[in-house]
């Protein structure tokens, strides 16, 4: 089983929509909770960054952490075509350097 | 305020060749990640450099190993080059303490395609 589990997609919405994208894992050291959205031939851009459980909103996007369930969400309203892009789930369990990565879901907003 | 740079862009290497990648990290960074992004996965992480030492690795050979210079530069080297190898590998920095560590800037990556 892998550490991090995320759906790759692709996901296709229309413009304006509100979109969900998700990642469970299974070990309960991970602390901090951060999504990346990737744009295709560039590396990884840093979105949200979240600690606790709860939820954190930065304008159009919102992160939740649910850690009883090991479940984290990141959402986007009214979503534009300039959203598309693979979004990544990063997790830390606080020691040690690494971040441990969903597979990244493949996400398209259509006009 | 330059983000963290990556050269090459591209590179084509046969199998068995060496490879040095080089990163230049965010200016006020001092501490350099590798990771090695294959085609339709997330990053995994090779190592992290801080203060010119490997501080940990991931689950990747010997053939891959680095360095990092005085003024926080890093280098990736991939010896004994295999088609697996294949994929974007990319820099990231991030500020040492503070919980700076998980906070990562990365570059645009380096795609190494093996023939």
């Known amino acids: 089983q892998k550490e991090v589990e995320q759906d790759p997609g692709p996901l296709s919405v229309p413009e304006g929509a509100i979109v969900s994208l998700n990642c469970t894992y299974s070990n309960s050291a991970f602390q901090y909770f951060m999504w990346y959205r990737q744009y295709s031939r560039k590396g990884p851009e840093l979105l949200m960054y979240t600690y606790s459980s709860g939820n954190k909103e930065d304008g159009r996007f919102t992160a939740q952490v649910d850690k009883s369930s090991k479940y984290i969400s990141l959402f986007i309203r009214d979503s534009q075509p300039s959203d598309s892009a693979t979004y990544l789930c990063?997790?830390?369990?606080?020691?040690?350097?690494?971040?441990?990565f969903g597979t990244g879901t493949q996400l398209k907003v259509e006009l | 305020d330059a983000g963290v740079t990556q050269s090459p862009t591209h590179l084509i290497k046969t199998r068995g060749q060496q490879v040095t990648l080089r990163c230049s990290p965010k200016s006020g960074h001092d501490t350099v990640s590798w990771y090695q992004q294959a085609l339709g996965q997330g990053p995994q992480f090779i190592f992290q450099y801080y203060e010119e030492e490997e501080r940990q690795r991931g689950n990747f050979p010997d053939r891959f190993s680095g360095h990092q210079f005085p003024n926080y530069s890093s280098e990736l080297n991939v010896n004994a080059l295999l088609l697996g190898d294949s994929a974007l590998y990319l820099c990231?920095?991030?500020?040492?303490?503070?919980?700076?560590?998980?906070?990562?800037?990365f570059g645009s990556g380096t795609q190494l395609s093996v023939l």
């Open positions: 990063a997790l830390f369990t606080g020691g040690g350097n690494k971040l441990t």
């Open positions: 990231a920095s991030s500020l040492h303490g503070q919980g700076g560590n998980e906070k990562l800037f």
